[in-house]
């Protein structure tokens, strides 16, 4: 995350940040199981999130604070899923992986759209003055 842009912005742009990259990530595991495909003895890889997040709260690296009796949060679950694991899923699917692809692929479309309506709405809001 880019503490500079934090700064100056705010953590909405951080965490569209966080989510592009995280579809980086993820559009190179896709891409290396559809390289691989004809690969023999090659499994298929994907990331695994709930791992890391799992053993985090094992090891207690989240410490939980309570604001209100019936709210329970992690200081910082985004820390915790910060480093990202890829696991093996068996042979790859032709079908699977496209579709794994396609929805990867919206979603950055989507997050990227985000990112420029967000922006655009500052651009906005500096040349007009917020009149």
Not at 60 to 74: D, F, G
Not at 78 to 97: N, Q, R, Y
């Amino acid at each position: 995350m880019n503490t500079r842009a934090a700064s100056i912005f705010d953590r909405t742009i951080d965490l569209m940040q966080d989510r592009l990259s995280l579809n980086s990530v993820n559009q190179q595991v896709i891409s290396g199981n559809l390289a691989n495909i004809n690969t023999p003895g090659y499994s298929a890889k994907e990331l695994s999130f709930d791992k890391v997040l799992r053993d985090s709260l094992e090891q207690q690296v989240l410490q939980m604070v309570r604001s209100n009796k019936q709210h329970v949060a992690p200081d910082n679950p985004v820390t915790a899923m910060e480093s990202s694991e890829t696991v093996e899923t068996g042979p790859v699917d032709l079908d699977t992986e496209m579709v794994k692809l396609s929805r990867n692929s919206i979603e950055y479309q989507y997050m990227v759209g985000m990112l420029n309506r967000k922006f655009a709405m500052l651009k906005v809001a500096i040349g007009d003055g917020g009149q």
